[in-house]
């Protein structure tokens, strides 16, 4: 799944017509590679006269000099080697790939001075150069004439001490590519495409990598008396699914982990319709099932050894003469009944049968759901961190350290008895909003009456899902949240 990048471990490669990329830390002297890609030690005076310091992902673009096989030379900065996490060796990769423009054959020096390279350093710098390379351009029927000179394919040659052990580690690395692109994909996609009935069909396609995709209908979901779901998806012509994705790769005797994802393929608001302007951007409310999905395709690719649930609620929510009202009451699958305040607090809703029904079928170890679930937590937290809600501390405190680890960063927000009477309500067991004051908090409120005692988290990816801001990883309006962070968490934690 790295596209475009054919990447490959070695000790040596040969440099003829290529871009050579070299790495270079602060005060450490000339970078490893640049005497074999210049043998005349021309460059040297071009790098002191530029004033190159070899800050933290500054670059450096040469022509090569005469006497050099290669066509172009990159200088790399990482900063201070003891200040470099995990992270900033995915944040190389895609700083990297960013200048290999019309290259078709790329040589990366991976080794520098005063930097002893792991393998694993390695094959999160190559992750950088797959998620780097992401574009969703299909509907662009007008290429730029740049895009037009740009190699179809490009042969990456990644030189390391330790390239034996990184390329054992290289299809770890294109199953969580695969599953952040794919889930990238999903938020892409404009709503005509992606319905609630497509969405589940791509789903299925996970049955390639051996996961088990069951597909329960509207009829299913009435058995069932899930009515909260389906009180959403009323309004909309297109009819609701639930995806139940089951990996088994741990042991039979073993209880699963479960992940829940909120899919609204859009999101009008319902009866209670949204202003006109940034709506479209609704069709991204669907980003927690596509992390879940992207999630399920990491670890069934990368064949983890654990059993593992994703469960996503696809709806569409619309202001029809049939869709939910204000005032309405609902009786969820749990038995909970629920007043309808806001139709546009939709995503709690198709949650609350979701979670219910991944307990109760399942009896997982824990649940973590993930959903666009509101627009306090982006006021709260911006782009930079997801909301964290958790009844249990040694969940919480393994996500934020995976978090921290992939750069897809948490911050733990409170939950309480004070917070869970905003939402009681007059007429029914709880009310679907309790307004604009902790609107976050009351969401997770909400949420957590249909979780029982089991470990559970909630991960409001509202701010980090969708319209994220750019970085060297991702220019793509989708960012893909989620699948590295919760891939980080089961290989650190929950594998056997």
């Known amino acids: 799944m790295s596209g475009k990048y054919e990447i490959r471990f070695a000790t040596s490669a040969p440099l003829e017509k290529t871009l050579a990329v070299m790495l270079q830390v602060a005060d450490q002297g000339a970078p490893a590679g640049l005497a074999e890609a210049d043998p005349q030690g021309v460059s040297a005076r071009a790098v002191e006269i ?30 201070k ?44 710098f190559a992750l950088g150069v797959m998620l780097r390379g992401y574009t969703f ?13 740009l190699p179809k394919k490009v042969a990456v040659t990644i030189v390391t001490g330790s390239h034996a052990e990184a390329a054992k580690l ?52 009435d058995e ?15 009819p609701p699914r639930i995806a139940v994705m089951q990996w088994k790769g741990g042991k039979a005797k073993d209880a699963p982990i479960a992940f829940v994802g909120k899919g609204v393929v859009f999101d009008s608001g319902g009866i209670s319709i949204k202003p006109g302007a940034g709506m479209e951007e609704m069709k991204g409310d669907m980003g927690g099932a596509a992390a879940v999905t992207g999630l399920m395709h990491a670890l069934a690719a990368r064949k983890a050894k654990v059993n593992a649930i994703g469960i996503i609620g696809l709806v569409e929510n619309m202001p029809d003469g049939n869709a939910q009202r204000p005032g309405d009451i609902v009786t969820s699958m749990s038995g909970q009944t629920i007043e309808i305040i806001n139709t546009d607090a939709e995503g709690r809703l198709v949650l609350a049968d979701a979670l219910w029904y991944c307990n109760d079928r399942f009896k997982p170890r824990f649940m973590i759901n993930l959903a666009t679930l509101t627009g306090a937590i982006l006021v709260a937290l911006g782009n930079q961190h997801a909301g964290l809600f958790s009844n249990d501390d040694e969940l919480a405190a393994r996500l934020s350290a995976a978090g921290e680890a992939t750069g897809e960063k948490l911050w733990r927000m409170p939950l309480g008895k004070e917070y869970d009477k905003m939402i009681d309500s007059k007429f029914a067991d709880m009310k679907n909003s309790a307004g604009r004051h902790a609107g976050a908090i009351t969401a997770a409120q909400f949420l957590k009456r249909y979780v029982g005692d089991t470990p559970w988290a909630h991960l409001d990816v509202a701010g980090t899902a969708m319209n994220s801001p750019s970085s060297e990883i991702s220019q793509s309006w989708a960012s893909g949240y989620g699948v590295r962070l919760l891939d980080r968490l089961v290989r650190d934690h929950y594998e056997t």
């Open 50 to 79: 530029s004033g190159f310091k070899a800050k933290s992902m500054g670059t450096l673009e040469l022509i090569a000099p005469g006497g050099s096989a290669a066509d172009r030379l990159l200088l790399l900065g990482l900063g």
């Open 81 to 124: 080697p003891e200040a470099l996490t995990a992270h900033d060796w995915l944040r190389a990769g895609g700083a990297a790939a960013a200048q290999f423009k019309s290259s078709s054959k790329v040589v990366v020096f991976l080794d520098a001075p005063g930097l002893q390279v792991s393998a694993r350093q390695a094959a999160d």
């Open 137 to 149: 351009d299909a509907y662009k029927t007008k290429k730029k004439d740049d895009d037009e000179k």
């Open 170 to 221: 290289l299809d770890d690395a294109n199953a969580v590519a695969g599953g952040v692109l794919l889930a990238r994909d999903l938020v892409n996609l404009p709503p005509n495409v992606l319905g609630p009935v497509e969405f589940a069909e791509k789903a299925r396609q996970l049955e390639d990598l051996g996961v088990e995709v069951e597909i329960l209908t509207e009829k299913d979901m």
């Open 224 to 238: 069932l008396k899930m009515n909260a779901i389906l009180g959403v998806a009323q309004g909309s012509a297109r």
